[in-house]
């Protein structure tokens, strides 16, 4: 496993509960992923570090949890020293690393997306924004941690983001930007595992990106999950799966991309259907920490068909439970924040579990605060609010002095019940 937050730790909770037992390796990981998995302290974007280690610890398959390795070829590497993987090629994370490279794709093969211009000079794009008007969405092309939208609200906000993005904010990321029309709707994660033009749509989930209630402040990287997401009823997966995911799998294809790994799909339900945000290349963080837990089917087993070219056929069984994932940041996040808080977890109750992301030891051995987002606390239930009170008084519960979490993931459909 390569990665060291939440959602590889969430990986290598469910590759542990395989029947097949497997051994497992974390590089570079984090201290809850170290109780389950040995951890080796090479990071996850140390292309030539990794292979040398998956080599020199003669290991059979690698999961590849975050971007940046994908997007650096690190299983282009790993195919050539002939080691299976789960995670695309340079070429299929472009998917996710170029943000005009898809808009392209869906726009040629026809796939709900909003309307954009494509630019690299501040001129044309401000004489663009005047004939849109706001709101309206800026991007950076490539990767920027997650930063690199814009919803603007007016048109001196776009304005400021479009000098700011060309003016070199995520340098190379931003030599291009993308000036897009605004999807109004819910969001859904769309998670398929993919291997060339076979795939597996996993359950359905919600993010939460802003990091107050009620969907104010700044994005973030996720402030928690449910799922499964009933927005998405069975009438509208159906639309999205003929209209969006096989068209999607499809034209990766005949773009000559034999793609292997997790395509997720960020989707606007709008009013006149579901329309695509974006791609992602790898599974979402926090969307994994409750879609895993649903799987009834062995997680190990469906990557390495995947990986060997055999996921046709695979029929996927999930459980009617619902999951619920609320992460507990560091204060200060997103912005700037400490590290190294002292963080007590007591006992807490089967349905519950802890997940790590930026978490390590100290010299003293006590579990500390080590990233912005720190912990995923996951709970299943036979109601979505039985898995929310499971999972805020396991919140609660958990001791740290800057914990901060929000209150009110999965309220949108708590409310709609
Ligand atoms: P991303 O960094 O691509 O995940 O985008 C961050 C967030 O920006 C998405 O999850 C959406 O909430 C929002 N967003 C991106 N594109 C659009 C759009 N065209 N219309 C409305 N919101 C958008
Ligand atoms: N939770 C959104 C992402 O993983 O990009």
Redesign the pocket.
Known sequence: MVGAGG?EHSLVQAIARSPQKPRILCAPGNAGIADEATCFPVAADDVAGLVALAKSEEVDFVIVGPEVPLSLGLSDQLITAGIPVFGPKADGAMLEASKIFTKQILLKYKIPTAAAGIFDAVDPALAYLQTRGAPIVIKADGLAA?KGVTVAQTLPEAEAAVRDMLGGKFGDSSIQILVEDCLVGEET?ILVVVSGRDYVILPTSQ?H?RIGDGDTGPNT??MG?YSPAEVVTPEILAQIESQIVKPSVDAIADEGIEFCGTL?IGIMLTPEGPSVIEY?TRF????TQVVLPRLKTDLLALLWAAAQGKLSGINLEVSDDYTMCVVIAAQGYPESYGKGAVITIPALPENVSVIHAGTARNDAGEVVTNGGRVLGVTASGATLVEAAQAVYAGCEAIECETKYYRRDIGSRQLNRA
């Open positions: 959602r997650g994660s993010d990106k990287g996720g999950t997720f992602n979402g963080d926090p969307e």
